[in-house]
């Protein structure tokens, strides 16, 4: 193929995938969507969001990763057109090009990998993430201190998807996970009304009953928020859960891996908020047991 026939081959394919971009931005547009990360309640938040794109009668589809899509989410709905997106372990990447009204959910990372690890070890379905079947032996080798640790390796790109995410998007509306929690029926009406279903496409009154039909005590099978079975993937239901676990050889790791993480996210205000912890931990009244061995000691 000749330098000339190349160029003219390259251009005509160039034209047709901006034709396909064009399409999809035409008639198609703006698509709705909802970007989580892993272990920021994406099943829980799916679950409300697709009740209510049912009762919308909108086309809803749900995405783990960028494979499932090929990496060209415009393309995939020009072929076959939808309405909601779910993308659940989002990659700011994917999401440049294309016109959107949409929410963003982020946690706390210390939370992350507390919840990471319970669900790693028994909760979390394996299927189709070989990466996880073949981890997930591993981590029940270790012991709960060392699991915690290797959990902030496991866990590494989902929060980098979170530090490299940009957050000055006016049309997609940053949640963080902490206040939709705190106050699930207002946080989920903000979330609608963002998004212009509630009330055009579906009245309050159906949005609130969609909410409380996956409250915490409805998933956890009626175990109210705080009450823990470390083996269901609704595990506990509270936020700040991390202090309860994190030991400062913890505390000092994900410093050391994620400090810009908090920073940007909020969580934290300064640098070394590890010190509030430590005084935190020299504050907590040694239990009985100890303090007999060491006299016995």
């Not at 779910?86 to 959910?105: C, M, W």
């Not at 079947?133 to 979170?162: Q, T, V, W």
Request: aromatic share 14%.
């Amino acid at each position: 193929m000749g330098p000339l026939i190349a160029a003219v081959a390259t251009k005509a394919a160039d034209d047709a995938i901006e034709a396909t971009q064009e399409e999809a931005r035409g008639f198609l547009n703006p698509l709705l969507a909802y970007f989580g990360h892993h272990k920021c309640g994406t099943s829980w938040i799916t679950k409300i969001v697709e009740d209510v794109c049912r009762a919308a009668r909108l086309k809803f589809v749900s995405h783990h990763y960028e494979t499932f899509f090929d990496g060209d989410i415009l393309a995939l709905r020009v072929r076959e057109p939808f309405d909601f997106w779910n993308y659940i372990n989002a990659d700011v990447n994917f999401t440049r090009e294309v016109d959107l009204r949409a929410f963003h959910v982020v946690r706390d990372p210390r939370d992350v990998i507390v919840s990471a690890y319970f669900s790693h070890l028994y909760s979390h379905s394996d299927a189709g993430w070989a990466r996880l079947r073949h981890y997930r032996p591993y981590l029940r080798s270790l012991s709960k201190h060392d699991g915690l640790l290797a959990e902030m390796e496991f866990n590494a790109l989902f929060i980098a998807h979170m530090l490299m995410w940009d957050y000055s998007r006016p049309n997609i509306l940053e949640v963080h996970f902490e206040d939709l929690a705190a106050a699930e029926e207002e946080g989920f009406e903000k979330i609608f009304r963002f998004l212009d279903l509630v009330p055009r496409s579906v009245s309050v009154e159906q949005m609130r009953a969609i909410v409380a039909r996956h409250s915490f005590i409805q998933l956890s099978g009626g175990r109210p928020a705080g009450v823990e079975d470390a083996a269901s993937h609704y595990r506990k239901g509270v936020v700040g859960d991390w202090r309860n676990h994190f030991e400062p050889a913890h505390v000092e790791y994900f410093k050391k891996l994620y400090n810009p993480v908090l920073l940007k996210l909020g969580y934290e205000s300064y640098e070394d908020w590890d010190e509030a912890f430590a005084r935190r931990e020299e504050k907590k009244p040694v239990p009985r047991s100890a303090r007999a061995s060491d006299t016995a000691s």
